[in-house]
């Protein structure tokens, strides 16, 4: 089994390590009909070697996060593609703040103009892939507080899947033990019991644009 790096070099290079990763376990535990499944934008160019290396086709989950005040980047909250009416809290962070009047639902109306905006761009008129009955890997570049990754988790529980793995380059221990609970399979390479910020652990993980979303899904294996 390949050791984890203790950083990444950008998330091409942790997409490869997360697709090595989860070839061993496919090796073990075979997969029913794959769909990789990326949280964009940062999630997409990590999902997309693991797309290849599985021969799955590679498809968006669209999630928001809505961050804390002062901490865009700290999700408190976040809304899901088909389910836009409901805000998923992280009670436990929360309720240790005060938030200002309001800031749940302006961050719920801005998360669902982005939505429509990166569906529209992203997939050009292109339907949703079908996740029934299939094994479904949900990726993304990391997780912090995992607002966002629960509420894509239990989007995709509703479209009943065969079965679902999380696969994320770098989380926390304490998130790690929450995930196992509620999915099937995590694969995680990298868990530091001192975890900063998801950035941390990459020496480039700079803005991802919009045309690196495009080209990945253009590259990526496409039958449905």
Not at 30 to 51: E, T
Not at 81 to 97: M, R, Y
Not at 114 to 143: F, K, M, W
Not at 151 to 159: E, L, P, S, Y
Request: proline share 8%; with cysteine.
């Amino acid at each position: 089994m390949m050791k984890a790096p203790e950083r990444y070099h950008d998330r091409a290079h942790a997409g490869q390590v997360l697709a090595r990763a989860l070839t061993d376990h496919t090796a073990r535990k075979p997969l029913h009909d794959p769909i990789v499944l990326a949280l964009p934008r940062g999630g997409v160019p990590v999902a997309f070697p693991v797309a290849q290396a599985l021969d799955a086709p590679l498809d968006l989950l669209f999630v928001r996060k809505i961050g804390a005040p002062g901490q865009p980047e700290f999700a408190i909250a976040a809304v899901v593609e088909g389910a836009e009416d409901a805000v998923v809290t992280n009670p436990d962070i929360v309720e240790g703040l005060r938030l200002p009047d309001g800031w749940l639902e302006e961050g719920r109306l801005r998360a669902i103009a982005e939505i429509a905006r990166q569906r529209n761009d992203y997939r050009a008129g292109r339907t949703r892939l079908p996740v029934a009955g299939r094994s479904v890997i949900i990726v993304d570049d990391g997780v912090a507080t995992g607002t966002s990754l629960f509420a894509a988790i239990a989007a995709v529980q509703r479209q009943d899947p065969r079965d679902i793995t999380v696969a994320v380059p770098v989380a926390p221990p304490e998130i790690l033990a929450r995930l196992r609970d509620a999915v099937d399979h995590v694969i995680c390479p990298l868990a530091p019991r001192l975890f900063q910020a998801v950035g941390f652990f990459y020496d480039d993980f700079h803005q991802v644009e919009d045309d690196e979303v495009i080209m990945a899904l253009a590259g990526a294996p496409c039958r449905g």
